[in-house]
T-cell receptor, first 112, second 111 residues
């Protein structure tokens, strides 16, 4: 079992819809959770971080964390074609410094 | 600088050559990471520095890979006797608190 799992997609949503991206992780002592966006041929760009259970909102993005169920999700409201990218979930483990374990990423396509 | 700077952006090496990849982190960032990303995959952890101390090198795939950060700022990832399987994008990231910020990466192609 991979430590951090994401559906590879592609996930296709129409413009203006809500895109929902999911991630599960295996290590129960994981403490920090991040979402990165990666455009084709570019490097990952940090878009959200979340550390405690519940929701965290930043503009059109909402990160949701449920440590009991070991999942973290990212919602993108009012999706735009410019949101089309690969979204990477990353998990930091307690006592491993800043080391992050990444999922393989979910490709999102927003259709006009 | 304003962001993490990596050089060279592209490197083509013949099998067996040594390469050195440079990372200049965001000023003041204590933590520095190297990741390797293959096409279609998420980044894979290679090594981590806190200031000049290399605290974790568990992800380095072989003893041909070596990283240093002698003055706690600029870091170099060196790959000796490159092999075709070393072809990938090498990403450097730095952080103070919060999630690491990535540079643009160095794309290595080994022929």
């Amino acid at each position: 079992q991979k430590e951090v799992e994401q559906n590879s997609g592609p996930l296709s949503v129409p413009e203006g819809a809500i895109a929902s991206l999911n991630c599960t992780y295996s290590d129960r002592v994981s403490q920090s959770f991040f979402w990165y966006r990666q455009y084709s041929g570019k490097s990952p760009e940090l878009i959200m971080s979340i550390y405690s259970n519940g929701d965290k909102e930043d503009g059109r993005f909402t990160a949701q964390l449920n440590k009991a169920s070991q999942y973290v999700s990212l919602l993108i409201r009012d999706s735009q074609p410019s949101d089309s990218a690969t979204y990477l979930c990353a998990v930091g483990v307690y006592n491993q410094g800043g080391k992050l374990i990444f999922g393989q990423g979910t490709e999102l396509s927003v259709k006009p | 600088g304003a962001g993490v700077s990596q050089s060279p952006r592209y490197k083509v090496a013949k099998r067996g050559q040594d390469v050195a990849l440079r990372c200049d982190p965001i000023s003041g960032h204590v933590s520095l990471f190297w990741y390797q990303q293959a096409l279609g995959q998420g980044p894979e952890f290679l090594t981590y520095f806190q200031n000049e101390a290399q605290l974790d090198k568990s992800g380095l795939p072989s003893d041909r890979f070596f990283a240093e950060r002698p003055e706690g700022s600029v870091s170099t990832l060196k790959i000796q006797r490159t092999q075709q399987e070393d072809s990938a994008v090498y990403l450097c990231a730095s952080s103070s608190r919060g999630g690491p910020i990535f540079g643009e990466g160095s794309r290595l192609t080994v022929l």
